[in-house]
């Protein structure tokens, strides 16, 4: 081995020495967020408030949605003369920490958002080079969680864009003083890190040594190619989410007016398998009865919050066509505490979906068994499911491999 080999060797070796590694994001978080219901303006006490009375009565905190996250805008637009970031006093008459202690007293958390360069997307102040006093101010807040995002980084162009296509150097390097400070602040407070670089670096590959979770991807833009193009690349990368550190394949998007009734079931069904933190981007005042069933489905969420933490993949059933790059293969799998999940998403075409037990990865040791399917309830015991799926639709089947050993449906 040549000594600059040793050294890489040495360097990764300290670096996963250094990783979050704290007990927190054991399991994808779940939650709601401020951007995708009314972006800037829906960054206030108000909606906050608003938002975790929603959460106790329509039973969604029962069912393990706990961060409030409020997103970009929730700041003035400069420091105060000491440096400090300034909540927005329109928004926050009564400043941050009177909500969040409302938040903490109702046993939900509560999330902001930050920025690694020296503005945040919608401009207002970034935290580079501030890192250790935001952090202060986050941990006398009580914040419990902070998504971090990636715009005005450094850039080979001056001035910096909001976008830079030209970075200089790796994101990572954008990362660590934040990862820092949050990890020297955690014997005060522990901070979920939501590491928002767009899935830059192969954000994957490095993400568990620097957050506890992180997206993969740009925006969600509430439309099928959006999900589309999140939900297809998860497949690719469901090895690097396990307890402390999960892909994060973006808010959820249910609701909005660009996907119909059967693409909100696919895009909740597919973000609970893969594993990706569930956090809700839409207004719970205007919500629908068909995506309040979905968010309540308490089977997907016990799936995306099974102890293991195993992503699901694609995989390729005797006689299937092979994937098709940026299209949503139709069968999944992955591996759970007391089973294996299946998933059947009708993405390219509706029709009749087949397996056979026998093809899934992680069901080879016997021909029958236990099943039951998440979305219209059904069940059985046998050597595989078959189920018409419209287009867009999804069946979510969850086989146990534990019958006898005190686990039944
Ligand atoms: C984007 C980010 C979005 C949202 C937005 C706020 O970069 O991906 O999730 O946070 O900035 O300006």
């Known amino acids: 081995m040549s000594w600059k080999s040793v050294l890489l060797l040495c360097l990764s070796i300290l670096e996963f020495a250094s990783g979050l590694n704290d007990g927190v994001g054991l399991k994808p978080h779940m939650g709601w967020s401020s951007w995708n219901v009314a972006q800037c303006n829906a960054a206030s ?8 009375d929603k959460f106790i009565s329509l039973g969604l905190k029962d069912l393990g949605y706990e961060y409030i996250n409020i997103d970009d805008c929730w700041s003035t637009k400069s420091r105060d003369s000491s440096g400090k970031l300034v909540p927005d006093p329109q928004k926050w008459t009564s400043g941050i920490k009177a909500v969040v202690d409302h938040i903490h007293a109702k046993g939900l958390k509560f999330g902001l958002y930050g920025c690694a360069g020296d503005k945040t997307c919608a401009g207002y102040p970034g935290s580079e080079g501030r890192e250790k006093s935001d952090v202060a101010q986050l941990v006398s807040w009580g914040v419990d969680l902070w998504k971090y995002d990636n715009c005005y980084t450094p850039c080979q162009q001056s001035p910096r864009p909001q976008t830079c296509q030209n970075p200089v150097g790796n994101t990572k390097q954008f990362y660590a003083p934040m990862r820092d400070a949050i990890i020297a602040a955690s014997t005060q407070r522990k ?3 939501n590491l928002c670089n767009w899935g830059r670096d192969n954000v994957w590959t490095w993400g568990a040594t620097y957050g506890h979770s992180w ?11 959006s999900i589309e193009r999140i939900g297809s690349s998860a497949a690719d990368i469901s090895n690097y989410s396990s307890p402390g550190g999960f892909n994060d394949l973006d808010m959820l998007y249910l609701g909005s007016p660009k996907i119909n009734a059967n693409q909100e079931k696919l895009h909740f069904a597919l973000w609970a398998i893969t594993k990706s933190p569930l956090v809700l981007g839409l207004d719970l005042n205007t919500i629908s009865n ?23 993949t694609i995989f390729r059933p005797a006689g299937a066509a092979a994937p098709v790059r940026g299209k949503i293969y139709p069968y999944w799998a992955g591996q759970l505490s007391d089973g294996v999940v299946i998933g059947l998403a009708a993405g390219t075409a509706g029709g009749s979906y087949k397996v056979d037990f026998k093809d899934v990865p992680g069901l080879k040791g016997q021909t029958v068994y236990e099943w039951k399917e998440m979305y219209t309830g059904q069940g059985g015991t046998g050597t595989g499911v078959s189920f018409e799926i419209g287009l867009y639709d999804m069946r979510v089947v969850k086989v146990l491999t534990t019958v006898g050993q005190g686990t039944s449906f």
């Open 45 to 52: 006490a108000k909606y906050a408030l608003d938002t975790a």
């Open 191 to 193: 901070i979920h890190f």
């Open 215 to 225: 997206r993969m991807s740009i925006d969600n833009w509430g439309d099928w190619p």
């Open 290 to 312: 068909h995506t309040l069933a979905i968010i309540r489905n308490k089977g997907l969420i016990d799936i995306n919050q099974d102890s293991l933490g195993k992503a699901a």
